[in-house]
């Protein structure tokens, strides 16, 4: 006690295993957390080193609590990669994650709005229902321990005391009650009286930070820690008065049910008490009469979601705005969600091999993995985002106008990423432009009879008078669906839970350019989405001899506005149309002769004896041809495949090298090339002297992964499993059919459970005789994986890069 964490540093020494210490993050009373380097596969971690001289049962007890809290993966809660013992000091590893904690928020005794107190406690019960799932309490939640990401995500931390759940009525093993563990002010009575861990102990803890989130203040503090101890078991605990406004009586009320001394009256889960919350934050909506923009939403919804791709698409698109891990994992996560959709790989990797993206290596991508890494996370989440509205519109009986009405948004979001002039908000600017009028494209798809009218509305009468002012769209589609397109853009934005920046921008800002640059960020993005928006507009409706003054009356309206001048706006806008033209070929966008969206593919400025884009704006990109995961390509297509993997592995390793980038280049090569159902990458563990899963690609790979472990000696006495006499002997192995006796009884048991499959083939991997890794790759049906020699070759030679990567890595 009293030694501060510089103190600590010098005691210890500058690696821990294999990790290097950098700098002390803080410290507690039972162990110091360090940020640390891992030079095994180049991430920053954290590290919490238990404290010298710790009881050994203790020590026991903590890493065995850790090792089963490592096998918990959710996007709120920071995961355990995970624990040991080195030289004495026990410690445990997890994800690096910069950001501060929910306590520094609350510092000062600052209470938060309600809906940002429940949205983030939405967010912490999510995660421990999670914990719950897997049989896991926290016990010692806290406002310390939860972490606030660098997107404002709460993520669940330091599962350090940990326990597994209770079963109901068991008591504790010793017979004695349980040692009383946990922050006193964050305790709940089953934990004061010393009784088995249950997950109502972590709904009480949850209960007690949302409360105080809303009053700014601890509900059970006491200089005394032993007071918050008794007062818990003995007093009920309120929510004091004068509180916020927006705390309202249905709030408090669910909020104090949380609170609840007797377990039985309290939320009976995590799950229960994250739904009273989410009904609080999104009430249904009645219909309280005409006019009510919530009634009239809800009831589109409703309209909307009895079609079947609204659902889907809806889905589709949170899912990848829910990714909430780290960067490197953000890439893992996004390249499978990508992979899930054959339709949706192909597009995007013929997008990314388009000119457009040659600065980061176009022509050669073959991966999504490199795509990601190349492009940029935000590139590709943006491109995806876009590729899902196109697919979810096709082949539909009015999808000729959907297209045309997709390729105006492309435009609109092309010219808003070459105006943005700030490389770090380029896609941001994309994505703004790109969904400025997504009211109008959803109702185009959902409601074509009520766009239709729309449009009826907003053309003059014949035999009008000529001074009548023309119907806007936002009052024509009031009048026809009960609120404006962009009410409903927005209201589904905010459904989807698409950023606020976004929301922001698909609200049309009204009057005249400002004469001068806009400097707000958030206003700067509404501008450009109106004038990128209105340039595709004008570029549509406009005849092509018009197409080029057409744009520079809009480069000389919006150019103060923006920071540009005319010339340099015209330019960027000739510059998007002919990248528009080379992603609607790669996106094989087919328009009818005749349509307007044409216009939006021909030069503005007019070019001698051709009205149309030139022979090489509209060269095809080779990519091939999509397989459905689990079906055996051609193999032409396989070969092909493959050696497009090899080749663009081998240029990724001699640029900016980086091990996992390459590792999930080569899982996703032989996952595409051969249609896997999955394919899992295993390392050794030197303390357990087995290989165990890291990561895979394909179906329920999240749960196959952790149930790897290939023992890489046998004891004495016995027969090495199949597995371990692969990896020992270093040969490659295709099991065709691993129901034949034989082999069966060589499976070693973990494989019976969630990996079984019934062909699978073993890459092994070993550096100077001895393995070090396996590649595995399965398939469903026995007999279904058939490789030819040039497979088997340029598997092998994929293998043998993996093995030069770790080399390159040291």
Known sequence: MGTGAEGRKSSLPPELGRFRLLKSLGQGAQATVWLAHDPRLDREVAVKVLRSGADPLTVDEWLHEARAVSRLTHPNIVPVFEADAQGGQSYMVFEYVPGGTLAERLRGGRALPARDAVELMLQVLDGLQAAHDSGVVHRDLKPTNVLLDAQGRARVMDFGIAARVAKAGEAPASGEPEPIVGTPSYLSPEAARGEAPSPLMDVFAAALLLAEMLSGRRLNQDADP?????????????????????????????????????????????????????????????????????????????????????????????????????????????????????????????????????????????????????????????????????????????????????????????????????????????????????????????????????????????????????????????????????????????????????????????????????????????????????????????????????????????????????????????????????????????????????????????????????????????????????????????????????????????????????????????YRGLGFRRVVFCLRDPKTDALTGRFGLGEGVEAVTPAFRVALSAPPGTVADLFSAVCQKGVDTLIADAGVPKIAERLPAWFQGPVRASSFLLLPMAMKGAPFALIYADKVRAGSIDLGEKELSLLRTLRNQAVMAFKQAG
């Open 226 to 670: 032993w007071r918050s101890v008794h007062r818990v078991v003995e007093q009920d605990l309120t929510l004091p008065s004068g509180l916020a406004a927006d705390v309202d009586d249905a709030l408090r009320a669910i909020v104090q049910r949380g609170l609840a001394r007797d377990g039985s009256q309290r939320w009976p889960s995590a799950r229960a008490f994250r739904d009273a919350l989410a009904a609080w934050l999104n009430p249904a909506q009645e219909p309280v009469g005409e006019g009510s923009e919530g009634a009239a939403l809800e009831f589109l919804l409703r309209r909307m979601r009895m079609k079947s791709d609204f659902p889907a698409m809806s889905d589709a698109v949170g899912r990848i705005q829910r990714l909430t891990q780290s960067e490197n994992e953000s890439i893992t996560s996004l390249s499978n969600e990508i992979l899930k959709d054959v339709a949706l790989t192909h597009k995007l990797l013929r997008l990314v091999n388009t000119v457009q993206f040659s600065h980061a290596g176009g022509g050669t991508i073959s991966t999504v993995s490199r795509a990601v890494a190349l492009v940029g996370f935000a590139g590709i989440r943006n491109l995806a985002l876009s590729l899902i509205l196109l697919e979810r519109m096709e082949n539909k009986a009015h999808a000729q106008l959907l297209r045309e009405e997709f390729l105006r948004s492309l435009m609109a979001a092309s010219l808003a990423r070459e105006l943005c002039g700030a490389p770090h908000n380029n896609e941001e600017a994309f994505l703004c432009a790109m969904f400025h009028h997504l009211g109008r494209v959803l109702s185009e798809f959902y409601f074509p009879e009520e766009a239709q009218q729309v449009r009826r509305i907003m053309r003059p009468e014949r035999g009008a008078a000529p001074d009548a002012k023309p119907v806007s769209e936002a009052a024509a589609s009031m009048q026809v669906l009960g609120m404006s397109y962009e009410q409903l853009g927005v209201g589904v934005a905010r459904k989807w839970g698409l950023p606020d920046v976004l929301q922001a921008s698909m609200r049309r800002p009204e009057g005249e350019p400002p004469a001068r640059r806009v400097d707000s960020p958030i206003e700067r993005q509404r501008w450009l989405a109106r004038a990128a928006n209105d340039v595709a507009d004008a570029l549509l409706l406009a005849e092509a001899k018009d197409a080029h003054g057409r744009v520079r009356a809009m480069a000389q309206r919006y150019a103060r506005a923006l920071g540009v001048t005319s010339e340099a706006f015209a330019k960027a806008a000739e510059q998007a149309r002919q990248r528009l033209g080379q992603m609607a070929q790669a996106m094989d966008i087919k328009l009818a002769k005749g349509s307007q969206a044409e216009r939006l593919l021909a030069p503005s400025t007019p070019a001698p004896n051709d009205d149309s884009l030139s022979e090489h704006q509209l060269q095809a990109t080779q990519v091939l041809e999509p397989t459905l995961p689990g079906q055996q390509p051609s193999r032409e297509q396989a070969v092909d495949m493959l050696t497009a993997g090899v080749q663009d592995i081998t240029q990724a390793m001699v640029e900016s090298f980086k091990l996992n980038e390459v590792l999930r280049m080569i899982l996703e090569t032989i």
